[in-house]
């Protein structure tokens, strides 16, 4: 199994975000430390002074530590990667962990992919959310049955099978997503640690 098909969901989503605002009127490589991550995410924030929605200089890559996915997931887990699938007005990173590596049965009920996107509308779209609680206020109307997450940024919610969780934080609005695994409510806490770790970042 590739990254491709293991992630599809993710653009297609986006697509659909994109097609339902229609009807209705890079270098980017994961840090194996956490103190790099985190001082790389606040030389970028204090060199983008006030924040614009969608803030194209956020690498979502430098939101998560091989570190801190590999705690919450249980797992090792390798180097971030841009994620080339996501679609217009959205930036991803993967990492995949050794289930991913040893393919086949090992897949089973193991996270394979985890996917970090900022999320965004399409440029063609971007004067109808011009900010990033309008953006987040449309995109939870078209999800799949969202729950709301308490304690996770500004709001939050889960949605699919509950391996797929959406935050807003001020001006930001990040997508978490496990490829693989249960999904089901087993996965809400590592979801819910790494969106507060991405979010802390911001």
């Known amino acids: ?12 989503l986006t697509a659909l975000v994109v097609a339902a605002a229609g009807c209705g009127g890079g270098a980017a490589h ?36 091989v570190e801190e996915l590999g705690a919450a997931l249980g797992t090792k887990v390798n180097p971030g990667k841009a994620d080339e699938h ?10 995949t962990t050794e289930a991913y590596d040893a393919g086949g049965s090992a897949l089973v009920g193991h996270v394979g992919i985890v996917t970090l996107a900022v999320e965004g509308p399409n440029p063609a779209l971007a004067s109808r959310f011009p900010t990033a609680r309008s953006f987040f206020d449309f995109t939870r109307t078209i999800l799949q049955n969202p729950q709301p997450v308490s304690g996770v940024g500004d709001e939050a919610v889960l949605t699919g099978k509950g391996h797929d ?12 997503f496990f490829s693989g695994g ?12 790494l969106m507060t770790e991405a979010l802390s970042r911001t």
């Open 165 to 176: 969780m959406w935050a807003r934080k001020g001006n930001v609005v990040l997508r978490l």
């Open 182 to 193: 249960l999904g089901d409510m087993s996965e809400l806490k590592p979801l819910t640690q």
């Open 86 to 95: 996501t679609g217009e007005g959205s930036r991803g990173c993967n990492w």
């Open 1 to 12: 199994m590739r990254a491709r098909s293991m992630t599809r969901s993710v653009p297609l």
């Open 30 to 65: 994961g840090s194996s430390g956490t103190d790099t991550a985190a001082s790389a995410a606040q030389s970028a924030s204090a060199s983008r002074g006030p924040s614009s929605f969608p803030d194209a200089s956020l690498d979502p890559c430098s939101l998560l530590t």
